[in-house]
C-alpha cells in the first residue's frame, strides 16, 4: 500500500486567521490537498478530490460564485485529480472508489470527473445535506451543484463498515477495506459527519486528521480555535475536542497530516507549484 497527497490549489489567508497567536501580516499560502491510496486489492483509492474547475465554470448558484471569489483560491493545475493520477501512472478511469470525508466544495469538486467510482461516506450526513434547503448548505459551505445527480446510487456508508479499534489512542473506528489498511475515525465538530483516516499499517503510524485544523501549531493551542474555526464550524466544543484528540494522539507517537497546512510532507506528490 502506497500513500501519496497532491495539492490541488493554493489559499491566501493571514496566519492570525489560522493560528490563535499567529500573525494577521504574515500570509500563508494553504494547500488544497487529496490523497490518492494505491491499494493492493482496489488500486488508486482518491480520498477527498480538492477544488477543481467546476468552482469557477458551468452552471453555479449565486452562493458557489460568491464563494469561490472571497476564497480565491488559486488551482495547482499539475495537482488536478487527472494529472497527479497520470503521474503515478493511472487514468482517472482506474480509480473504482472515492472517500468523502466531508462535503465542503474544496473536499468534493471534482467528483463529477470520476461517474463510475463508488463513494465511500456518511450516508445520513449526505442524505440531510440533499433533503434541505440550498441556504442552509450555503451556510455551511456544501454546494449540492458540485455533486453528481446519481450519487446516493454509488454511496457505500462508512456506518456498515465493521467497528475496529484504531492505533494509540483514537479508540474505535470504521474498517473501510475490511482489512486493516483504513481506519475511519469520527473527528465531529468542523462538518457534519467529518472523519479521518488512520493508516495503521504505515510507520510512524498515520492519520488524515482532514480539516481538524488548517495548521500543525494550532493542535498545540487545547482551548482556543482559531477565527476561521470559530466562523466555519459547525459545533466549537466538538471541533475543539477533536483537535485535542489528534494531539494527543500525535504525542503518543502517531503522525498528524492536515489538509491545508502550508508545510510541505513526505506524503506530497513532487509538483512544480511547490516551488
Ligand atoms: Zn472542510
Redesign the pocket.
Known sequence: MKLHFANSAFISAPERAVQPDGRWRTTLGLRVRYGILVHPQHGPVLIDTGYSKDIFEGTRSFGLRAYAAAFGPVLAQDGQTEVALNQLGFATSDVSKIIIT?F?A??VSALRRFPQAEIITDLSTLTTILNRGGFTNLRH?IFPELLPHDLLHRVVDIAGSPIARAPLTLGIGRDLFEDGSVIAVDLPG??EG?FGLCFPQLDPVLLYA??VQWVQAALAMPRQLPLLGRI?SKNKRDALRSSRKVAEFQRAGGMALL?HDPALTPFDLEQLSND
Request: net charge negative.
Open positions: 466531508h465542503h474544496d473536499h459551505g468542523h462538518a467529518h482532514c480539516d466555519v489538509c
